[in-house]
T-cell receptor
Framework: DSGVTQTPKHLITATGQRVTLRCSPR?????VYWYQQSLDQGLQFLIQ???????AKGNILERFSAQQFPDLHSELNLSSLELGDSALYFC????????????FGPGTRLTVT | AQSVTQLGSHVSVSEGALVLLRCNYS??????LFWYVQYPNQGLQLLLK??????LVKGINGFEAEFKKSETSFHLTKPSAHMSDAAEYFC????????????FGSGTRLLVRP
């Protein structure tokens, strides 16, 4: 158990819908990263937050957004969902957003039908 | 920009045999390198990391990796494979230029034959 929690574990929804994925980092970790894992794209970085502020963006679609709250949990919002958004979404946390290793949550499997 | 190449999408070994999973990286600055393992329907678990110092790094479950700057490699090895090692393994480099996000290789699925 990495100490990073993600909910829900599975999510099935229809095209055009909006969903919210939630992540709670390890106790004391200020930095949260979101990654997408799909068969065709592999593991890709989406976005990072550090202590409530956006730190870096990767290949994140404009339909996707995220935020980190004062209690340090983070949410990833995916809207106008398309079939191609079906993937595993991972959250990871690290101590201070530096070279320290990232600890991954169990992921949320999103299926868009 | 950093990148990672993992040679071999599938590697099959017999139980008790040497495990060797290959990883080459590209980085314009001294890299921070990681190996993660993913068991079916689970998240990624850190096996080991290299940041600075000793180039031979030992990790969990008997795995180790050696950082070779001249070869830009960070291959993962284990002397004797167990059935429980069957999983997918990802090599990653940390983007030290910004955010320290992880850039992953495409992964290698390790199959262990009885």
């Amino acid at each position: 158990d990495s100490g990073v929690t993600q909910t829900p574990k599975h999510l099935i929804t229809a095209t055009g819908q909006r969903v919210t994925l939630r992540c709670s980092p390890r106790s004391g970790d200020l930095s949260v990263y979101w990654y997408q894992q799909s068969l065709d794209q592999g593991l890709q970085f989406l976005i990072q937050y550090y202590n409530g502020e956006e730190r870096a963006k990767g290949n994140i679609l404009e339909r996707f957004s995220a935020q980190q709250f004062p209690d340090l949990h983070s949410e990833l919002n995916l809207s106008s969902l398309e079939l191609g958004d079906s993937a595993l979404y991972f959250c990871a946390s690290s101590v201070v957003g530096s070279s320290y290793e990232q600890y991954f949550g169990p992921g949320t499997r999103l299926t868009v039908t | 920009a950093q990148s990672v190449t993992q040679l071999g999408s599938h590697v099959s070994v017999s139980e008790g045999a040497l495990v060797l999973l290959r990883c080459n990286y590209s980085s314009s600055v001294p890299p921070y390198l990681f190996w993660y393992v993913q068991y079916p329907n689970q998240g990624l678990q850190l096996l080991l990391k290299y940041t600075t110092g000793a180039t031979l790094v030992k990790g969990i479950n008997g795995f180790e990796a050696e950082f070779k700057k001249s070869e830009t490699s960070f291959h993962l090895t284990k002397p004797s494979a167990h059935m429980s090692d069957a999983a997918e393994y990802f090599c990653a480099v940390s983007d030290v230029d910004s955010s320290y996000k992880l850039i992953f290789g495409s992964g290698t699925r390790l199959l262990v034959r009885p």
